[in-house]
T-cell receptor, first 112, second 115 residues
Framework: EDQVTQSPEALRLQEGESSSLNCSYT??????LFWYRQDPGKGPEFLFT???AGEEKEKERLKATLTKKESFLHITAPKPEDSATYLC?????????????FGTGTRLTIIP | DSGVTQTPKHLITATGQRVTLRCSPR?????VYWYQQSLDQGLQFLIQYYNGEERAKGNILERFSAQQFPDLHSELNLSSLELGDSALYFCASSALAGGTTDTQYFGPGTRLTVL
């Protein structure tokens, strides 16, 4: 069974203080690893898709990386508007089922 | 705005009742997914439809059912509601099914409260 574990559960940073969020996964053949951002009471907002180990993607202050067992979401010089829950999900190489298996998320708070 | 719409935004009902949640996918997307998000379990996959046909099922209760119509909108029906069904229900859509990885875009959700 596919599993995703995210750590830490919660993280408080000062504005400008860089850090990383971790996503460890087990999947029967990885088709893709996804990062989403979710604000309270809202739907998940797509950030990145990573397909293979060694791949990196960047968007503004965020950078996602992938290894064979985990992914990291690096946040550089964060601002208060980066406060949200960040969700990691995997999609298995399983034709006929494109479901996403999600972790429980990291709740990030950036203090001005 | 992801382009996925869901109605209603909020729903408050009583135990034993039946409700219908509605989802319209992004223009051109053929796949629709339903997920449930509760405080203690995170986002859980319920069911997937592709071009009107059921494609995959997750841990969806027998009291729950869904369908996708010819215009590609989807409805999730929840019956004999219990207190534990209170949660956020999200619909997502994607362009393709199978073969390649494509992105699922999520709607704003329906918050269901069962009293």
């Amino acid at each position: 069974e596919d599993q995703v574990t995210q750590s830490p559960e919660a993280l408080r940073l000062q504005e400008g203080e860089s850090s990383s969020l971790n996503c460890s996964y087990t999947v029967s053949g990885l088709r893709g690893l996804f990062w989403y951002r979710q604000d309270p009471g809202k739907g998940p907002e797509f950030l990145f898709t990573l397909y293979s180990a060694g791949e990196e993607k960047e968007k503004e202050r965020l950078k996602a990386t992938l290894t064979k067992k985990e992914s990291f979401l690096h946040i550089t010089a964060p601002k208060p508007e980066d406060s949200a829950t960040y969700l990691c999900a995997v999609q298995a190489r399983n034709f006929g089922n494109e479901k996403l298996t999600f972790g429980t998320g990291t709740r990030l708070t950036i203090i001005p | 705005d992801s382009g996925v719409t869901q109605t209603p935004k909020h729903l408050i009902t009583a135990t034993g009742q039946r409700v219908t949640l509605r989802c319209s996918p992004r223009s051109g997307d053929l796949s629709v997914y339903w997920y449930q998000q509760s405080l203690d379990q995170g986002l859980q996959f319920l069911i997937q439809y592709y071009n009107g046909e059921e494609r995959a099922k997750g841990n969806i209760l027998e009291r729950f059912s869904a369908q996708q119509f010819p215009d590609l909108h989807s409805e999730l029906n929840l019956s004999s509601l219990e207190l534990g069904d209170s949660a956020l229900y999200f619909c997502a859509s994607s362009a393709l099914a199978g073969g390649t990885t494509d992105t699922q875009y999520f709607g704003p959700g329906t918050r269901l409260t069962v009293l």
